[in-house]
């Protein structure tokens, strides 16, 4: 999973910023259970702000962070080694703003060719508008956009494991 720039200064301005945030903890709280891997970025943080206080007190034990002053992560020559080191084909990418730096992001990684999907309630922007056409985007250039209740879903694989008792909570 990667989380791009859910900081302090920035997080207030976006319209969906609650759904954002709930969305995003409930995302992390299953990396933690599943033992995903789970990278977080800011983009300059010294003039934006850290990640959010709520989120920071939440990351999944082994949480990569990735600082960053470009758009797209993948401009950023660590990310691709944080990524490239969890294994993994494919990447779940959330944040803000879903019209500049995750879809930089997500349009970066699917050139690479990874698979990518979008969490479509765990992103946003300061204008709605803006973050739909940035969803209809990713999903054009290949992407799947899916909710974080179906990503969490399809990450744990079938029900009556500990871990599906676990997260089941955060549903309800």
Do not use: W
Request: net charge negative; hydrophobic share 45%.
């Amino acid at each position: 999973m990667v989380m791009v720039d859910i900081q302090e200064r920035l997080l207030p301005a976006i319209s969906n910023a609650d759904e954002v945030k709930q969305n995003a903890l409930k995302l992390m709280r299953a990396a933690e259970v599943l033992g995903a891997p789970f990278i977080y970025t800011e983009q300059y943080p010294k003039g934006l702000g850290p990640t959010d206080g709520g989120l920071l007190a939440s990351l999944p034990e082994g949480a990569l962070y990735l600082e960053k002053n470009t758009f797209s992560c993948c401009d950023e020559e660590d990310f691709g080694k944080l990524l490239d080191g969890t294994g993994r084909p494919a990447a779940i990418v959330f944040g803000i703003e879903s019209h500049i730096c995750v879809l930089a992001t997500v349009l970066d990684l699917l050139e690479t060719g990874r698979k990518v999907a979008v969490v479509s309630d765990a992103c946003g922007s300061r204008d709605p508008l803006k973050s739909d056409r940035a969803m209809a985007a990713m999903t054009a250039a290949g992407a799947l956009a899916v909710p974080a209740e179906t990503v969490i879903y399809h990450l744990m694989g079938k029900s009556g494991t500990a871990e599906f008792k676990e997260l089941l909570p955060l549903f309800k």
